[in-house]
């Protein structure tokens, strides 16, 4: 896209994001937690050498990953409860943190990259604990159980004193950095991150039009990525199709899409979010 082609205005573009991040988390906010249980429920049924059933969790795991292999993490960007959660609590930190004048504690640049491997042995663990049966066993523990508990408005948190503190822990990193959970330890996140996500909807950037020494959208980007270049196929798991890159760019340079296919057009956000829902509720949600 060049300069002269029209953009949806960058504040426009925010608030889009946030109303669709508000609808998402007040009218289906299990997505995330529904797609997790699927991962449990099909290592558990292969740790029990019974048939995989295509219950509703797999249904939805399933659903999320074809719609993410189309349309890249739209999901974890726009849609997600726990990421939502994260953005929220992460823009009150810091709007406490102007109003005290005080500067946001950052996490060491030097430590993001090797921690974010840390989502995968997660995973891992988490694979391995289901297939061997000890984590059904585990009741209790789990951050996002009790934080779907506390969305339903149950407060009946006997025997989840550890998934309790693990959320406080999550939510207080989620705080100091943007998107700490989904960036370091989510194991969903390391699904996503691992699909061949075709690369029809990916963010690139135009270096030919891109102003000299600029780095604006690397420094905006809360996973620390380097656009790639227009006209190349790479797409990286990371990316959240936040868009920040896109909405901070002051020549346009940054864009999703291929060719005349643009994907950062406010239509396209709202057909996309559209087509998740669709896809969410059609899968059972
Ligand atoms: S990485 Fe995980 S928590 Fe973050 S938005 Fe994606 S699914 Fe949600
Ligand atoms: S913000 Fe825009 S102009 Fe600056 S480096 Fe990124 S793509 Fe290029
Ligand atoms: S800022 Fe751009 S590159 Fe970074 S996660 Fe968001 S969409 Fe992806």
Redesign the pocket.
Known sequence: MNSHQKRTPPKMDMYLRAGIQLLFFLFLPSA?TTAFSGIQSVFTQLGNSSPVVCSAFVTVLLALCAYTIIFG?F??GYA?A??TL?DAVHSLYLLICKKRKKKPVQLKKSWRKPLSFLKYLILTVIVLLCFSGVYANMKGWNPWDVFSMLRASNLKLSGYGLGCILLVLILMGMAVCE?F??RFL?P??AV?ALLPVLPLFSVRRNRSSCIKRCSACERICPADLSLPDTGSGIVNGDC?QCQKCIRICPKSSAQSGRGKLRGNEMWFTLLRAAILAITLILAGI
């Open positions: 995330f993490r999901f974890c997600c726990f990421g994260g998107r959970f989904c989510c969903m996140g996503f959240f």
